[in-house]
């Protein structure tokens, strides 16, 4: 079911947005952390537990549904949302990422045609081609279908990059082509690494073929090149239309959705909260100046339960937090699952990590909405 | 708190019977089984899901809780109900099996104080007695604590087995005496391996002792061996007072249940049904008669979820079940689940197989209740 956009409000000193995003009879406001289901699923929790931690829009990745258990078999299914019993918005990537990013890909061919590369699963030889992640994205009926763009790698020099944005331009203009799909958005990517004129001009000319939202693609996501990313943002977002929704794809953490929120994005997604759980880590309030970071920069604040001080903690992760997991366990019986390896651990870190992010997008529309997100964000820096 | 309970009604034609567990202001119903939560969690499933299986009694494993998080921290969390956030009644073995059973327990030596043998964590020293396992469990804070009892060895002769009930009985009665939670109920255990004598013998000078209900332990359980063990069941019930709860330990295979039932049993645990999830494993109605078995007897039907038939059957994994698994999903969904080794198949299998054998417990009451048991139990073998 298509997704509609509305803003609600601007910031005044900032470039921070309020907005809705009208769903049939649901609405959702943003900005929004999407919580990803790789594989048709939110590690570790039920779709119930998920939407208790008040998600809206999840993600599913369209390569490695591609692989397994193939788009056939979802479309078989009657689509994403029955196959997993997620009955909010879906959002699905292009493939893209992990054809260019995941390491048994290095051996990919990059064509005008596509990108040829070998299946992680079996060897097989595979082709993906802006078609065909349109015609998979169809099949697993998703509301947000992403163009596929090429990932370019962080060393890619400007002549690299602009060959590359190039081509990423006939790639969204063929995917647009045969999207037939009335009932999904799809939504274009803006390329242009580091550099404010590739941005400029990526944008401008992603926005001339006419999508029905824009995403930022290729920031830097590693902590020591935070004001790359936040330039990128910065060097993207001005171009973009402002009824539409602007998703800064693969970005997660908490002072990054601060400072990209105030840069004026409405959505992301991001692995970590569910990663970070499978390791034993809870995100706790406030940021962390980390004092050997060559670049410094604010980064997440975390504990890890398997530490022995948390034995004997009878409170919760976080006291003032509303989760499942704060409002019934204490840091010991966490302590004792994640020492144990249990299952039920990663499962009550993931509610909490995945309703952390929640919460710090619900903080940042309650500042937009009381003309306080500056202060918010200058507090949230120095907390 | 302690558990009451009440002979409803006894079958005619077998030692089948309906009986109620008072607990506080809730009521359960026998015959019941009692799914395991080893280390306080009961694997893959939260205690919401767990109670949508329709559990009332859940078991914890005093051995491990003992080694991990240690009953001093589950005391200071103010007992394992809170700490694992279940408000059923719950109940915990006496450690003894686990001493005597698991591999790493073979240098064990048995004394008439009680067993030394070495931790598996740490391999520190461990000197686990009668006494000392009541106040763990004391500590533990369960509903239903356990003797501490001698589980001889499969292989153990008629001279060997004598002793031991010997000082098991001895156990018992040391057990008992620091048995001080008025809260508690305390279950006596009946040994004596496959002689009838023996188990009379047993069972009587247990109940001479005076418990508040009485546990079958020792039996063989074992695919060849399943006469053997209706066989130890049959010699033990009828020494036991009726109108106290019996318990046969460590059984969970559905035809043992229906046969164990027959015999006079109320109430049965067993890991199988969270661990055959774990490998994939889903049970279905009826037996098994295996072909190549050398004592014949019936055995649990099952399917494997990672089989390749199931990737296009979007069928539930029983049409007929009320769980939150087959209510919701499809077999293609859960074999994609278990093929990518994703958590929620655990979790999902784990509900199935739960409430399939709780539903079992479901459908014996109610032949019991209208005086249709033998019925069901011929059916139940024959389908």
Known sequence: MKIEYELIKKDKTTGARLGLIHYGDKTYETPMFMPVGTQATVKTLSPEQVAETHAGIILANTYHLWLRPTPEIIEKAGG????????????????????????????????????????????????????????????????IAMSFDECPPATADRTYLKNSIERTLRWAERGKKVHQNPNQCLFGIVQGGPHRDLRKWSAEETVKLGFDGYAVGGVANDDEEKEAMYQAVEYSVPYLPEDKLRYLMGVGEPVDLVECVARGI????????????????????GVNYPKNAKKSGAKEKRINLKNARFTEDFTPIEEDCDCYTCKTYTKAYIHHLVKCDEAFGKTLLSIHNIRFLIRLTEKMREAIRNDAFDEFRREFLSS
Chains 1, 2 share one sequence.
């Open 80 to 143: 994403l949302h029955g196959f997993m019993n997620w009955h909010g918005p879906i959002l699905t990537d292009s493939g893209g990422y992990q054809v260019f990013s995941l390491a048994h890909n290095k051996k990919k061919d990059i064509t005008e045609e596509g990108v040829h590369f070998k299946s992680e699963l079996d060897g097989r030889k595979l082709f993906l081609t802006p078609e065909e992640s349109i015609k998979i994205q169809n099949m697993l009926d998703s509301d």
């Open 266 to 285: 409405d959505i992301f997604d991001c692995v970590s909260p569910t990663r970070l759980a499978r390791h034993g880590n809870a995100l706790v309030w």
